[in-house]
């Protein structure tokens, strides 16, 4: 079966500087989808190494140059999280590697696709 896009819009992130505020942000797409009646959410990301980064890595942060590999992190029930990851990289283009990610949780997504009210 294939998957299915409920909605998609855009989400920012970036590099926080001292001051909290991201520099630079990058944009990419976060995506409610569903699979076999299983609702999940993928989003675009960028990946590298923040504790093996040197001061370059943050320059270039801030000069708007992407750092790291292209990624999607995948949120979806823990039980099925694998057979959901393979689908979602079946179903990329790129081939980005499917991650994990701690803070990307149901109720961070679910909080950036409001329920519509009748």
Not at 6 to 29: C, H, V
Not at 60 to 69: E, L, P, T, Y
Request: with cysteine; net charge positive; proline share 5%.
């Amino acid at each position: 079966m294939a998957i299915e896009v409920l909605a998609q819009r855009e989400w920012t992130f970036g590099w926080a500087g001292i001051s909290g505020a991201i520099e630079k942000p990058y944009s990419g797409k976060l995506t409610k989808c569903v699979l076999d009646g299983i609702v999940f959410y993928v989003r675009e990301n960028l990946h590298h190494n923040q504790f093996l980064s040197n001061s370059g890595v943050g320059v270039a942060i801030k000069s708007g140059k992407k750092v790291g590999i292209e990624i999607l992190q995948l949120c979806a029930p823990p039980a099925i999280w694998v057979e959901i990851s393979r689908a979602v990289q079946d179903a990329d283009s790129k081939h980005r590697p499917v991650l994990k990610h701690r803070l990307f949780t149901f109720k961070w997504a679910e909080k950036e696709f409001p329920k519509e009210n009748p």
